[in-house]
């Protein structure tokens, strides 16, 4: 158990939904991240949050929308989404964003399928 | 050129075998350096830390070449378990002296068989 938990696990979404995703952790770290990880590529980094400061947005559709409610919590918004979305996202946190060698800590993922 | 490099395998490998992977990365301004495993449908967990000097776990060690740019996995003995995909990951810092984010390579895919 890596106290980060991410819910839902597995979401199927038609290209007009919104949906939400959400990250949760119990490691009282104080930066979040999320990840998008395709089939064969490398983990993409999407967002970085440190003390719900938004600190890196790797150029990422408008069509997700981080929020960071509080340095427990982190949400993925999404809407009109493509096909070319379905993914694994994964979210993580660490103990401080400009540590040096911080570990991350990832939750379980949350597979979307995009139809 | 992708920023950190990793042939994807699979290598399949008897239970017993040594299995070495290897990464190369393109910032020469890296310095902190790592390998995770991620199981299949699963989150990637760290499994070690690279330090310069070499450094070892078990029977897994890690190395690392500044010159030549390039991490090293060594896996002596495998077991089933070992079975996974392993991520090399990258750190490096910005000219203010801020880290950046880890960049994670696309991962070798290891299957070690009965």
């Known amino acids: 158990e890596t106290g980060v938990t991410q819910t839902p696990r597995h979401l199927v979404m038609g290209m007009t939904n919104k949906k939400s995703l959400k990250c949760e952790q119990h490691?009282?770290?104080?930066?979040m991240y999320w990840y998008k990880q395709s089939a064969k590529k490398p983990l993409e980094l999407m967002f970085v949050?440190?003390?719900?400061?938004?600190?890196e947005n790797n150029s990422v559709p408008s069509r997700f929308s981080p929020e960071c409610p509080n340095s427990s919590h982190l949400f993925l918004h999404l809407h009109t989404l493509q096909p070319e979305d379905s993914a694994l996202y994964l979210c993580?946190?660490?103990?401080?964003?400009?540590?040096?060698?911080?570990?991350?800590?990832f939750g379980p993922g949350t597979r979307l399928l995009v139809l | 050129r992708k920023e950190v490099e990793q042939d994807p395998g699979p290598f399949n490998v008897p239970e017993g075998a040594t299995v070495a992977f290897n990464c190369t990365y393109s910032?020469?301004?890296?310095?902190?350096f790592f390998w995770y495993r991620q199981d299949c449908r699963k989150e990637p967990k760290l499994l070690m830390s690279?330090?310069?000097s070499g450094n070892e776990d078990g029977r897994f060690t890690a190395q690392l070449n500044r010159a030549s740019q390039y991490i090293s996995l060594l896996i002596r003995d495998s077991k089933l378990s070992d079975s996974a995909t392993y991520l090399c990951v990258v750190n490096a810092f910005e000219a203010s002296g801020s880290a950046r984010q880890l960049t994670f390579g696309s991962g070798t895919q290891l299957t070690v068989l009965p």
């Open positions: 949050y440190s003390l719900e400061e938004r600190v």
């Open positions: 993580a946190s660490t103990r401080s964003w400009a540590g040096a060698g911080e570990t991350q800590y």
């Open positions: 690279v330090y310069s």
């Open positions: 490691l009282g770290h104080n930066a």
């Open positions: 910032n020469s301004a890296s310095q902190s």
